[in-house]
């Protein structure tokens, strides 16, 4: 009777973080999105298109290494490569508080090679595709029982996530001519995102509940790019360039488990995994297409004019794991073996 009341009552605490955030949780948060789904897209190109606010799908320099458009390798002339860290500072408060967190990552790691000089290039490279980093803490008090039976117990809930989804991807651009370039990358995707939950009660007869939901998974992707430059469109060395690349979907198979550690006795600990249970063992997530696109008409070497825009289609989204994280059903395994 004890353990199914300390079950019961361990599952009415985590269900108040299982699901989606609440208001106060904003000051408690580095990232109060990325614990949805795979974590917050992370958009990269180029650093002299970051500078001017642009993708850069339509505006390539030769001397500098640039992600957005595989089209644009066509006209490497040298050498080149790029890679990046970020430092990311998050101030949050509201009525419940305030909250300061920073993080810092690794962006993509890029090496341009010419194969024929303003002809033929390929590009390899490793960037993430998407981020997941949070800390979630919540506290509550619950009343269980009635009458004379009843019993009141708080706990803490501290719900910490980190990971993402990275690309490894190898790729190729080609000049046909001084108006028209393509270009085409494949990529292996890979997945890793972990979620670790402690259960702390106030009540110290109840022992802390620690548990890790680990996903993992792997996929393929394609791209495609293409480039038209118009040269001397209205007056002499002005140009004007139309650029569009698109990346494919993406399915990932993957695998979700839930790891705890058990007392056996002393020192002694006993590592458990299992995969099954709701949102538990193996999946798919499917990323969705995305299309990028943009024209450049540069007046003189000093002056050019941009507009580009994405677009993205996350209603095709889906991940067979989302239940995992919103249904606490799938939590009572490891509890469970965790008190036998």
Same mark, same amino acid.
């Given at each position: 009777?004890?353990?199914?009341?300390?079950?019961?009552?361990?599952?009415?605490?985590?269900?108040?973080?299982?699901?989606?955030?609440?208001?106060?949780?904003?000051?408690?948060?580095?990232?109060?999105?990325?614990?949805?789904?795979?974590?917050?897209?992370?958009?990269?190109?180029?650093s002299s298109a970051d500078g001017?606010?642009?993708?850069?799908?339509?505006?390539?320099?030769?001397?500098?290494?640039?992600?957005?458009?595989?089209?644009?390798?066509?006209?490497?002339?040298?050498?080149?490569?790029?890679?990046?860290?970020?430092?990311?500072?998050?101030?949050g408060t509201d009525y419940a508080?305030?909250?300061?967190?920073?993080?810092?990552?690794?962006?993509?790691?890029?090496?341009?090679?010419?194969?024929?000089?303003?002809?033929?290039?390929?590009?390899?490279?490793?960037?993430?595709?998407?981020?997941?980093?949070?800390?979630?803490?919540?506290?509550?008090?619950?009343?269980?029982?009635?009458?004379?039976?009843?019993?009141?117990?708080?706990?803490?809930?501290?719900?910490?996530?980190?990971?993402?989804?990275?690309?490894?991807?190898?790729?190729?651009?080609?000049?046909?001519?001084?108006?028209?370039?393509?270009?085409?990358?494949?990529?292996?995707?890979?997945?890793?995102?972990?979620?670790?939950?402690?259960?702390?009660?106030?009540? =110290?007869?109840?022992?802390? !509940? $620690?548990?890790?939901?680990? *996903?993992? /998974?792997? #996929?393929? +992707?394609?791209?495609?790019?293409? %480039?038209?430059?118009?040269?001397?469109?209205?007056?002499?060395?002005?140009?004007?360039?139309?650029?569009?690349?698109?990346?494919?979907?993406?399915?990932?198979?993957?695998?979700?488990?839930?790891?705890?550690?058990?007392? =056996?006795?002393?020192?002694? !600990? $006993?590592?458990?995994?299992? *995969?099954? /249970?709701? #949102?538990? +063992?193996?999946?798919?997530?499917? %990323?969705?297409?995305?299309?990028?696109?943009?024209?450049?008409?540069?007046?003189?070497?000093?002056?050019?004019?941009?507009?580009?825009?994405?677009?993205?289609?996350?209603?095709?989204?889906?991940?067979?794991?989302?239940?995992?994280?919103?249904?606490?059903?799938?939590?009572?395994?490891?509890?469970?073996?965790?008190?036998?």
């Amino acid at each position: 009777m004890k353990k199914f009341l300390f079950i019961t009552i361990t599952l009415s605490f985590i269900s108040l973080q299982a699901v989606a955030q609440q208001s106060t949780d904003e000051a408690r948060t580095g990232s109060i999105y990325s614990k949805i789904g795979v974590g917050i897209p992370v958009d990269y190109t180029s650093s002299s298109a970051d500078g001017m606010g642009a993708l850069g799908v339509s505006f390539n320099e030769s001397n500098v290494a640039g992600l957005a458009n595989p089209a644009e390798w066509g006209s490497t002339v040298y050498s080149v490569a790029s890679g990046g860290f970020s430092l990311q500072r998050f101030n949050g408060t509201d009525y419940a508080g305030s909250s300061k967190s920073a993080t810092f990552s690794a962006n993509h790691f890029q090496l341009q090679l010419p194969i024929q000089k303003s002809k033929f290039g390929i590009s390899a490279a490793v960037t993430p595709l998407t981020r997941s980093s949070y800390k979630i803490y919540n506290q509550d008090t619950r009343i269980f029982g009635s009458g004379a039976l009843s019993d009141t117990l708080g706990a803490s809930v501290e719900s910490l996530g980190s990971g993402g989804i990275s690309s490894i991807e190898l790729g190729f651009g080609w000049r046909i001519n001084n108006n028209i370039s393509v270009g085409y990358a494949g990529s292996l995707v890979l997945a890793s995102l972990e979620n670790k939950i402690t259960t702390i009660f106030d009540d =110290l007869d109840y022992q802390t !509940v $620690e548990y890790t939901l680990q *996903t993992s /998974g792997t #996929g393929f +992707g394609s791209r495609f790019g293409t %480039l038209i430059t118009l040269p001397n469109l209205l007056k002499q060395q002005d140009y004007l360039r139309i650029g569009a690349s698109v990346n494919l979907p993406v399915t990932l198979n993957a695998e979700r488990i839930q790891e705890s550690d058990k007392q =056996l006795g002393g020192n002694a !600990v $006993e590592t458990i995994e299992t *995969t099954e /249970g709701p #949102g538990l +063992g193996d999946g798919t997530i499917r %990323l969705p297409v995305e299309i990028n696109g943009g024209i450049t008409y540069q007046l003189n070497p000093a002056l050019s004019f941009t507009t580009e825009g994405l677009y993205e289609q996350w209603s095709d989204y889906t991940n067979d794991f989302d239940a995992g994280l919103q249904d606490p059903a799938s939590l009572p395994i490891v509890i469970k073996q965790h008190l036998e």
